[in-house]
């Protein structure tokens, strides 16, 4: 393994969670797998970079459902001494308080042998008062204060450990959403201290937008971050008067403060661009759209086929495109591998016995109102007869809601009742506690992948990219990345119309109406009637969508565009 002299180092990605493996349970969906592949494609790269996180040692949660289909959620700790090391020590001012803050390293390895660095940041330190202690142990839990005190010693504590850990020629800080905003506050406050008194405001703002990058991931207002600034002047006494511009009504949006901050501002997919333009108008919002490391989403079946058929793509993702001169019956025969794989599974955890010869659908993700999750179940009527008169279909959950999401948590319950409703005619199955190792058994077991946000609330999704890996179809509304990635009857298929502003509770009676016409019309008698073409289209899949929306493609446009 092949480590980097820490002066090397010029890019520094700050992120509230990071998932490297699914034993390390600082992470808690999305936003933390992308996070993950970044610096996955970074070790691979040999880009000069290092990552930045919370320790997040009591997890997010472990779902349990129980016998009333309802989640419920339970502590989810790991040990984290046996894979990281402390290697530094830093303090920062919380109050009147000065709470010590250590850095725990653990090293990512590339595909060609080289590695970086992520610093997960641990304040339950001997010395420190117990609510302090509890900063880096829950991610996201907590109210208003917790939350704006694990944001400071993220962003403050990560910017100021750094240089202690000899890291002392970053050139870029990239924020990965909003939540490490203050990393521009604490540069300011040292470009301040360090600068003569003629020199004015308007040069340190300058200073610090140079070295900052801004990543922001939600085209939801309530999805950013936002505290009062009583909260924030009590708990930051410091916090610099120069900023006070970007106040409104006397409070302070995280995802503003990064804006401000930085010289290079992206969203995760051109839609999401152009809703971040309209969310912060007067702000040029460039568009880097996601991608995921395909190393890791590719399940061992798969890689096995393209080590013998595209031996370049472990080190290069764009040969994925080669997936063209596979046979479509290998790429068959390797998805039905995969498939029996997630069948035992499923029988194993639920007692439910599937068929691999049963077009199977598969949905997993975060839990929560403009996902429409259950937009499937909409019509049990229709789905039923589909399924009696044109094909059989067996469909397969997964996912959590957050602990204080009510309306997810419904639809999770609602899920599990529909599926004993109707268990003697159609196989509905849920599978709890999703995570990482979850998702590399299900993404490439299942037919085809369905994705039903409410557009434009998807800012990118990464999971269809995943899917598409492993030669598995999209089936998804026109949002995020899938307004790139479909290419109809091609790689998938898309629901509903493009750019549809119709009221929300009306276009659920549209997208599901279209949904089961797709189902009924296109889908299924592709898949059983004429399976060559099936296997074509997945084939395609792979060439297309895979060998473009990877992280590799992802951080050298990073690269290029941001960082250069």
């Not at 434009?456 to 995943?466: I, L, R, V, Y």
Request: charged share 30%; proline share 4%; aromatic share 10%.
């Amino acid at each position: 393994m092949v480590k980097k002299n820490k002066k090397e180092i010029k890019i520094a990605y700050f992120s509230m969670e990071i998932a490297i493996k699914n034993h390390i349970k600082s992470y808690s969906g999305g936003l933390g797998v992308l996070a993950g592949d970044t610096l996955k494609a970074a070790a691979d790269l040999n880009t000069p970079m290092l990552g930045v996180t919370l320790l997040n040692d009591r997890g997010y949660f472990k779902q349990v459902i129980n016998e009333k289909g309802e989640q419920k959620e339970e502590p989810d700790e790991y040990d984290y001494s046996k894979f990281k090391e402390m290697v530094g020590e830093s303090f920062i001012n919380i109050k009147e308080d000065k709470v010590k803050v250590h850095a725990w390293e653990y090293k990512v390895e590339g595909s060609s042998g080289h590695s970086i660095p992520i610093y997960f940041l641990d304040t339950d330190v001997e010395g420190n008062k117990e609510k302090y202690r509890k900063l880096t142990g829950k991610l996201y839990g907590g109210n208003e204060e917790y939350r704006l005190m694990q944001e400071i010693v993220l962003g403050r504590g990560g910017a100021k450990l750094l240089p202690i850990l000899g890291h002392d020629n970053i050139e870029k800080y990239h924020l990965n959403e909003g939540h490490a905003a203050l990393v521009g506050v604490e540069l300011f406050l040292k470009y301040k201290r360090e600068s003569s008194a003629e020199e004015d405001k308007g040069k340190l703002i300058s200073k610090v937008r140079d070295k900052c990058v801004f990543t922001t991931h939600t085209p939801i207002k309530a999805g950013h971050d936002v505290f009062r600034m009583d909260t924030v002047k009590r708990l930051q006494p410091d916090f610099p008067s120069e900023f006070l511009e970007i106040i409104t009504e006397n409070r302070l949006n995280m995802s503003r403060l990064a804006l401000y901050s930085s010289s290079y501002v992206n969203g995760v997919a051109l839609s999401h661009q152009k809703i971040s333009t309209e969310m912060f108008p007067g702000r040029e919002v460039s568009s880097i759209t996601n991608g995921v490391h395909s190393r890791t989403w590719i399940s061992p079946e798969f890689k096995k086929l393209f080590d013998e058929d595209i031996p370049n793509w472990r080190h290069c993702s764009m040969s994925l495109r080669n997936a063209l001169n596979i046979s479509p019956d290998k790429i068959w025969r390797a998805h039905q591998k995969a498939k029996e794989k997630l069948i035992n599974h499923v029988e194993e955890e639920k007692s439910l016995k599937l068929s691999k010869d049963i077009f199977t659908i598969g949905f997993a993700r975060r839990f929560t109102g403009y996902k429409r999750s259950t937009l499937l179940l909409h019509d049990m009527g229709k789905l039923l007869e589909i399924h009696d008169k044109v094909g059989k279909i067996q469909i397969i959950y997964a996912g959590k809601a957050h602990p204080s999401d009510w309306g997810g948590k419904e639809m999770i319950k609602k899920i599990n009742e529909t599926a004993r409703k109707y268990e003697d005619k159609i196989k509905i199955v849920f599978l709890e506690d999703y995570d990482m190792e979850l998702a590399k058994l299900l993404i490439p077991g299942v037919d085809i992948w369905l994705n039903t946000p409410l557009p434009p609330n998807e800012a990118s999704g990464t999971s269809g990219m995943k899917a598409a890996h492993n030669g598995v179809p999209h089936f998804s509304t026109l949002d995020g990345w899938w307004l790139e990635g479909c290419v109809e009857g091609k790689t998938g298929w898309a629901i509903g119309e493009k750019h549809n502003a119709t009221d929300p509770e009306e276009l659920i009676e549209k997208d599901a109406a279209d949904l089961y016409d797709k189902l009924e019309n296109k889908i299924l008698p592709c898949y059983y009637q004429k399976p060559e073409i099936w296997r074509q289209i997945m084939r395609q899949t792979i060439a297309i969508n895979a060998s473009f929306f990877n992280s590799e493609r992802m951080l050298r446009e990073y690269t290029q565009e941001a960082y250069l």
